[in-house]
């Protein structure tokens, strides 16, 4: 039995969800809980020099090196971060977990939704979420977010067509799973955002 509840941000990249993510913990923290704010690839020692590798835009590795990096990083990021404050009754707030390798490596890259499942079963067990706010936007508004920052990294670097199979791969999922997934219409306002992002979290405080 774990007392604390994990809760993770998605979306492809400019989606916006950095931006949201200051606030939510705010609104968590105003109810009281205790938060834990961390990310993927990375959260850990060793999951950040792992991340540095993976968004190294001078960096190639094979599509299932990619995977298997990112799916290291989250083992030592459970057993070092999310699973202990989980267990301290801690809310966890994870800004990309394992559906970001679905819907980039298995969307983005077309790697085998199959041997990603394996290794989602290895690394996680039965854990997941217990909430995931998926901020959804048209690819060319996140590219055009994206083509604003200066230094992109290995994956904001990727075409048009990468991010609608992103895109694609994240709406699937959350078709599979409504009731872990909620879809946030990131291309609204900021504060049309805000009001669907506290109105779910308010649902899940509430009956959770
Ligand atoms: P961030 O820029 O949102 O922090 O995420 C870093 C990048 O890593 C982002 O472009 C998505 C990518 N990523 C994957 O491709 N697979 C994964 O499993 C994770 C966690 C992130």
């Known amino acids: 039995m774990i007392p604390g509840k994990f809760i993770t941000l998605e979306g492809i990249d400019g989606a916006g969800k950095s931006t949201q993510l200051t ?47 990112m799916f290291a990083a989250r083992r030592e990021h459970l057993d ?23 819907a980039y490596q298995g969307g983005g890259r077309g790697l085998n939704v199959d041997k990603l499942s394996i290794l989602e079963h290895w690394v996680q067990g039965e854990l997941q979420p217990d909430l995931t706010l998926y901020f959804d936007v048209p690819v060319e508004v996140g590219m ?38 909620k879809i946030i219409d990131s291309s609204q306002s900021l504060a049309e955002v805000k009001a669907a992002v506290e109105q779910t979290l308010k649902d899940v405080l509430n009956h959770g």
């Open 23 to 69: 606030w939510i913990v705010e609104l968590l923290q105003r109810a009281g809980l205790q938060t834990v704010v961390t990310r993927e690839p990375g959260g850990t020692a060793l999951g950040e020099q792992l991340r540095a590798l993976l968004l190294d835009k001078t960096m190639t590795m094979h599509a299932e090196t990619e995977t298997l990096l």
């Open 80 to 102: 070092k971060v999310i699973i202990p404050a989980l267990s301290q009754g801690q809310w966890v707030i994870s800004d990309r977990f394992a559906d970001a390798s679905f």
């Open 144 to 181: 055009q977010r994206v083509s604003q920052i200066k230094n992109v990294d290995r994956f904001e670097k990727e075409q048009a067509d990468f991010f609608q199979r992103v895109r694609a791969a994240y709406l699937d999922r959350a078709r599979q799973f409504p009731d872990r997934i």
